[in-house]
């Protein structure tokens, strides 16, 4: 799984959840909406991530500016917009406040947007380059003071 789709608890303490593969859906379905790949969020250091960026526009009124240009004309708007509300409530720090996959299923398959329940600001609304282990990667420890290393092959 690459690190753009990892939810928070897995991310940073490497805990597994009932709503990882949720988290990750919720950003490939933000991917689909906008047109862009999470990762080309990552190029800056404090930059936003895809989530980030569409969460401001979302919260200014301007959500159907983050529907992909190619599509916006042609979609039907309010289901635009409801798909992208359903990828922030999948998206959400807390997995208490994402829904299950079979609530996501209802919800993308409902008429009404309206019902959604509030969605609160997005997991990794910004990307930070932080040092490996912060992000849930391990560091690589060194064991020697000049780079060197020296293996002796031994037969088993």
């Keep these: 799984m690459s690190s753009g789709y990892m939810s928070p608890e897995y991310a940073l303490y490497g805990h597994f959840s009932e709503k990882l593969d949720v988290f990750s859906f919720g950003v490939l379905l933000l991917e689909i909406v906008s047109g862009k790949k999470n990762a080309s969020f990552y190029r800056?250091?404090?930059?936003?991530?895809?989530?980030?960026?569409?969460?401001?526009?979302?919260?200014?009124?301007?959500?159907?500016?983050?529907?992909?240009?190619?599509?916006?004309?042609?979609?039907?708007?309010?289901e635009a917009l409801k798909c992208m509300h359903v990828g922030f409530l999948c998206v959400q720090e807390d997995p208490a406040d994402r829904p299950t996959m079979s609530s996501v299923i209802l919800m993308l398959q409902g008429n009404e947007a309206a019902s959604l329940p509030l969605s609160k600001e997005p997991a990794f609304s910004m990307h930070r380059n932080h040092p490996r282990a912060a992000v849930g990667i391990p560091t690589v420890t060194s064991f020697s003071n000049n780079v060197i290393t020296m293996s002796i092959p031994e037969g088993r």
Excluded: Q
Excluded at 45 to 57: D, H, K, Q, V
């Design 44 to 78: 800056f250091e404090n930059s936003r991530t895809l989530a980030g960026w569409a969460w401001e526009l979302w919260k200014e009124g301007r959500g159907m500016e983050v529907i992909d240009e190619s599509v916006r004309e042609a979609c039907v708007p309010h």
